[in-house]
């Protein structure tokens, strides 16, 4: 039965697995809510699915895994543009679960939707464009490579950008020929399977893609240590990352995972200030600092640091935090009551340990059960402290002043993270230096982050391993396969006596 949205009562019904391309309860008839971060309030209860469901949906995706395997890839791409103009034709409906369920706010809901085809159309082109390559080798032989499927992958999905980031893996993996098990987080499974629904009205063969719902400790380490599941994409914090690529180990899947971050925006001497507050804020304001590449370091040169910040204030001041369906909110609530307890705590610690600039309390005006935490800002941070070096995931950042590149690097560097960066400043020579020595994985010039498609997004360091997205990511769907063909008679093959086995 079709996943039902009533948007004025702000609740959802119907919500059910998506197995084999049948819709199930779980097998044990257990569920749990999913709740508006705007209010607190249940949305739907959401089935709690355990070890033995995912068994059921391995199994139905790796029984059509050698069929899907072989099917067409011009026919995988036709599905996913297919998908992609089903994608469009919901997109309203897909927006107001997406907002309801993770709170960002409608019109940004409604833009990250907006965008999904993009994906589904970037990685439906590259279905029957990647492929391996011939190796000239000595003697009278081809040799050659195919790029092939892994088979079951699994999609371990976090709730910050819950359809963008199930579609930029499972595109894909999906036009690479690997069949689909998706497990969403926990607080954000209606999107997920909404999408399931457009999956099988598209016409995806029953199997190829699945969605068990349920929590990270259930149904995710289930998933993860499945025998049958080939790789894993994961996104989410460091730690869980850790177990799921020792669960991997055990039955050596391959692993792809974006991880934490605790990434710079740097200010230079020559910045336009105007436009180095607006990326700023936009850095650790997006979706409440929610966000795997939230700029929360502000490394700001001391030449300009006053000015800077006498500016950010005026910023901030204007930034409108309330509910995500209201007229003009710019910026919605932290997810759950977990995530606000987690972050108050660290507004507190930075108490503590720094000068608390801006903020640091609940916005007036909201609702007293959402987990709103308003903009905040801390100076006077010593490189060491905790507010400065941990993954807090709310709108928090810290300002550090910088005068010479070498101390600045050093600063950038001092990290266990390594995702992205920002620099904003008009010395292109300053800019590229400091980028190429800087150990992250994506450096944005005089631009905020603007994910796509067709670029690859991954961290260095404990920010992750792999890439998502880009051409890059078809090596988190494949593996290779070398063929060769001896063309002499075998008896006239005398370089056997000169090869090293
Ligand atoms: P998490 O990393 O535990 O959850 C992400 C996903 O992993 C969810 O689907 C969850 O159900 C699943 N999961 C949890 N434990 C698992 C396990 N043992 N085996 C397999 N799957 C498991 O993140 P959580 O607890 O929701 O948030 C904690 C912190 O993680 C945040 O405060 C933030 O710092 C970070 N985070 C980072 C994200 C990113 O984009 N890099 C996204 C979400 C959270
Ligand atoms: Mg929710």
């Not at 799921?244 to 925006?265: N, R």
């Not at 950038?412 to 980028?435: C, E, H, M, P, R």
Request: aromatic share 8%; proline share 5%.
């Amino acid at each position: 039965m079709s996943l039902t949205l009533d948007s004025s009562a702000r609740t959802a019904e119907h919500a059910q697995m998506f197995i084999g391309g049948s819709w199930t309860a779980a097998g044990a008839g257990q569920t749990f809510p999913t709740v508006d971060p705007n209010t607190g309030r249940t949305i739907a209860q959401v089935p709690r699915g355990d070890s033995s469901d995912v068994d059921k949906a391995v199994a139905a995706a790796k029984e059509k895994a050698v069929e899907w395997q072989f099917t067409d890839a011009i026919v995988r791409a036709g599905l996913l543009r297919e998908l992609a103009a089903k994608v469009t034709e919901n997109a309203d409906e897909l927006a107001r679960l997406e907002a309801l369920d993770s709170g960002h706010y409608l019109a940004k809901a409604q833009e990250l939707v907006g965008a999904i085809p993009l994906w589904l159309d970037y990685f439906a082109s590259l279905a029957d464009k990647v492929g391996g390559r011939t190796i000239e080798v000595p003697g009278n032989k081809l040799s050659f490579t195919l790029l092939e499927p892994l088979g079951v992958t699994a999609h371990i999905i976090p709730w910050n950008y819950p359809l963008l980031i199930l579609v930029r893996s499972c595109a894909p993996a999906l036009a690479l020929g690997n069949t689909c098990v998706v497990k969403p987080a926990e607080d954000t499974s209606l999107s997920a399977l909404k999408f399931a629904e457009l999956v099988k009205e598209a016409g995806f063969p029953d199997g190829v893609f699945n969605v068990v719902t349920g929590y990270g400790a259930e149904a995710g380490a289930a998933l993860a240590a499945h025998p049958d599941v080939a790789g894993i994409t994961f996104t989410g914090s460091t730690e869980t990352g850790k177990q799921i690529a020792k669960l991997a180990a055990d039955h050596v899947a391959q692993v792809t995972l974006e991880l934490g971050g605790k990434s710079p925006t740097v200010v230079f001497p020559d910045a336009d200030l105007d436009e180095a507050v607006e990326v700023a804020v936009q850095g650790f304001l997006s979706h409440a600092g929610q966000v795997c590449v939230a700029g929360t370091k502000l490394f700001v040169h001391a030449d300009v640091k006053d000015a800077f910040l006498a500016k950010l204030t005026a910023r901030l001041d204007e930034t409108r935090v309330g509910d995500g369906f209201a007229d003009g909110t710019q910026m919605g609530p932290l997810i759950s009551q977990k995530q606000y307890d987690k972050v108050t705590e660290y507004i507190e610690i930075g108490k503590g340990e720094a000068t608390l600039f801006y903020g640091g309390d609940r916005p007036a005006g909201t609702d007293e059960g959402g987990f709103f935490v308003g903009p905040t800002v801390f100076t006077d941070v010593a490189p060491s402290a905790r507010i400065a070096t941990e993954e807090i995931f709310g709108p928090v950042a810290s300002v550090h002043g910088w005068t010479t590149e070498d101390e600045l690097v050093e600063a950038v560097n001092d990290s266990i993270y390594g995702l992205f960066a920002v620099l904003l400043g008009k010395d292109i020579t300053a800019l590229l230096s400091t980028a190429r020595r800087i150990q992250v994985g994506g450096v944005m010039i005089n631009d905020w982050f603007g994910e796509l498609p067709m670029t690859p997004h991954g961290g260095h360091k404990q920010s992750g391993t792999g890439r998502d997205e880009g051409l890059e990511s078809v090596h988190n769907y494949t593996q290779v396969k070398h063929i060769a063909i001896n063309l002499d008679p075998l008896r006239a093959a005398t370089d056997w006596a000169g090869a090293p086995l």
